[in-house]
């Protein structure tokens, strides 16, 4: 099983800074099959970034994704106040299919 | 515009079976391009996998669940169901439907069901 470790746990910005958040992979992963999800209080998550870096429909183009093999990343590069959610990342190379723990971003 | 919507019972005793039904419209849920997935969240956690369904039957299931999990298809109401039994508690989760690409390298879930939570308990 390919396990997904996100860091840091909580990341606590202020609206208007960058965010980075971090998934490693306990084995490769090819780019193609990682993706991103955002996640808000009660709601269910909604696809950000598939194929390791290309943005969802409707996905506003401060969020970026990139990274290769056992490390990738989840950029945006201003925040808004919408922005502030939990996000978890997913592999699909191979069963079962996993997400990460998540990472909370967090008003500071 | 696609949308899911799950439905069932919102409470499970233990030992017994929880049955969820993802009703999907919109658009077929007879497409050669897209499977149709269960994903669970307990409270206060991450998410897991449990399985999906081609419209042709065709299933796959999360190893460390296969055993207790069903899912089936009915193109003709549309609609795509999850069986798991027996329950515990740690069963206990937020229980989404949602669609996958058909190819292996399309293998993100989007969109997802609003979620419905199902509590195993006495």
């Known amino acids: 099983e390919i396990v997904l470790t996100q860091s840091p746990g909580t990341l606590s910005l202020s609206p208007g800074e960058r965010a980075t958040l971090s998934c490693r992979a306990s084995?490769?992963?090819?780019?193609?099959?990682l993706a991103w999800y955002q996640q808000k209080p009660g709601q269910a998550p909604r696809l950000l970034i598939y194929?390791?870096?290309s943005r969802a429909t409707g996905i506003p183009d401060r969020f970026s994704g990139s990274g290769s093999g056992t490390d990738f990343t989840l950029t945006i590069s201003r925040l808004e106040p919408e922005d502030f959610a939990v996000y978890y990342c997913q592999q699909f190379v191979s069963s079962p299919y996993t997400f990460g723990q998540g990472t909370k971003l967090e008003i500071k | 515009q696609l949308q899911l919507q799950e439905s069932g019972p919102g409470l499970v005793k233990p030992s017994e079976t929880l049955s969820l039904t993802c009703t999907v419209s919109?658009?077929?849920?007879?497409?050669?391009?897209?499977?149709w997935g269960w994903i669970r969240q307990p409270p206060g956690k991450g998410l897991e996998w449990i399985g999906h369904?081609?419209?042709?039957?065709?299933?796959y299931y999360n190893p460390s669940l296969k055993s207790r999990v069903t899912i089936s298809v009915d193109t003709s109401r549309n609609q795509f169901s999850l069986k798991v039994r027996p329950v515990t508690a740690a069963d206990t989760a937020v229980y989404y439907c949602a669609r996958r690409g058909e190819k292996t390298v399309a293998g993100w879930f989007d969109p997802w069901g609003q979620g419905t939570l199902v509590t195993v308990s006495s």
């Open positions: 194929g390791a870096s």
């Open positions: 084995q490769s992963v090819s780019s193609s099959y």
């Open positions: 919109g658009g077929s849920i007879s497409s050669n391009d897209y499977y």
């Open positions: 369904i081609y419209y042709s039957g065709r299933t």
